[in-house]
């Protein structure tokens, strides 16, 4: 079973910005798309953003698109979530996903914590 590779999370105040990245190790396979949800204590996972290998991304909500932007290195099979603006409501930990092209199924990392103090 192949795990996603993430890091980049942490503490950080409010108004400060912070940097995610996801490798698929090994490049063991290609991705069709990327992308990240995110969990906070006591609630469900809801999706922050994604990116489509071939073009193309969205984002979960306007106020994440506001101020997250998603980006890809296609030769090291990568995909970045640059956040920025960052708001205690943030604080949450980060799963990044990839679709594998061709097959239809995903994969997960384990999660990175981000930490947002007010």
């Known amino acids: 079973q192949v795990q996603l590779v993430e890091s980049g999370g942490g503490l950080v105040q409010a108004g400060e910005s912070l940097r995610l990245s996801c490798t698929v190790p090994g490049r063991t396979f290609s991705p069709s798309a990327m992308g990240w949800y995110r969990q906070a204590p006591g609630k469900e996972r809801e999706f922050v953003a994604a990116l489509r290998w071939s073009g193309g991304s969205e984002y979960g909500t306007e106020a994440v698109k506001d101020r997250f932007t998603i980006s890809r290195d296609r030769v090291k099979n990568t995909v970045y979530l640059q956040m920025n603006s960052l708001k205690p409501e943030d604080t949450a930990v980060y799963y990044c996903?990839?679709?594998?092209?061709?097959?239809?199924?995903?994969?997960w990392g384990k999660g990175t914590l981000v930490t947002v103090s007010s």
């Open positions: 996903f990839a679709n594998r092209a061709g097959w239809g199924d995903r994969y």
